[in-house]
């Protein structure tokens, strides 16, 4: 039996009937759930946690949504990575601006780095005042499956991984690729959400932070051997894609495995998540 066609007015009271009567947690919960690598999240206008993905509270150390309501980013990520997140969330109800796909690197609980792509709305009230925001992330990773359609991509991103130390400039990885520059930069971005030279240094800050983390060698001497040319290059990288320094990276992640409030250094950030290619 078909049903009947509805009103426009007897349509929106079907709807508000149907919304409350559910049972919480089964729409975008259940649904961010099943997408390995994106997760999401609702704030007050306090940036505190009013709800959130299972996977989302997983990144956090916690087992259940429930142990993150009412919490901060302070009360799981390193203040550095924390003060960020509460700009942007305050950037957001202040303007009623929403911030789309923002990248940025961040450091996971062993402290190696991967690209986070996140998205913030605002979210306004009966009065029509901004009262909080939601938000959607997810992890771009560098994986063989990411490029396997496209094996000029596997021969530039190949080379980057041998030659990250050299100086390379966009115009050497098309000629490694076989492709033109607008090409290259169309498919990177296609591939990772990148563009090649944010490729390369992702590539030289993640060499760096496994030498500050694995061994006691000196900052001069890591910049050279990570293709940063000189400390002070290197420390500019940190302090724009980290919000750190690379002696306050060592110092935070050289003993990565220290437990954080009793818990699991997933703590850190996103570790217990599958990363997913863009």
């Not at 509805?6 to 409350?20: A, C, K, Q, V, W």
């Not at 997983?58 to 993150?68: F, N």
């Amino acid at each position: 039996m078909i049903p009947p066609s509805l009103g426009l007015e007897l349509l929106e009271s079907r709807i508000n009937d149907f919304y409350n009567s559910l049972q919480p947690g089964q729409l975008l919960e259940s649904l961010f759930d099943s997408v390995p690598g994106a997760f999401y999240f609702v704030k007050d206008c306090e940036s505190r946690f009013m709800s959130g993905s299972l996977s989302f509270a997983q990144t956090l150390g916690e087992t259940s949504v429930e142990a993150i309501l009412g919490k901060t980013d302070y009360d799981f990520s390193p203040d550095f990575l924390a003060d960020g997140f509460y700009a942007d969330d305050q950037q957001v109800m202040a303007t009623g601006v929403a911030i789309r796909d923002k990248l940025e690197l961040v450091p996971s609980a062993d402290g190696s780095l991967d690209w986070l792509s996140t998205t913030k709305i605002p979210l306004f009230g009966n009065t029509g005042a901004v009262i909080g925001i939601a938000g959607v992330a997810r992890l771009i990773c560098d994986s063989d499956s990411a490029y396997a359609g496209h094996p000029e991509m596997h021969l530039i991103v190949a080379y980057v991984r041998q030659h990250y130390r050299e100086k390379i400039s966009v115009s050497d990885l098309a000629k490694i690729g076989g492709i033109s520059v607008s090409s290259q930069e169309r498919l990177f971005k296609k591939t990772f959400g990148l563009t090649p030279l944010m490729y390369v240094r992702q590539t030289r800050l993640n060499a760096a932070c496994r030498m500050l983390r694995e061994t006691k060698v000196s900052l001069p001497e890591i910049a050279t051997r990570c293709g940063f040319n000189d400390q002070t290059n290197m420390t500019r990288a940190f302090r724009l894609e980290l919000k750190i320094t690379p002696l306050k990276y060592r110092r935070n992640f050289s003993n990565a495995s220290t437990l954080r409030k009793g818990k699991s250094p997933s703590v850190f950030l996103r570790s217990q998540l599958e990363p997913i290619s863009s």
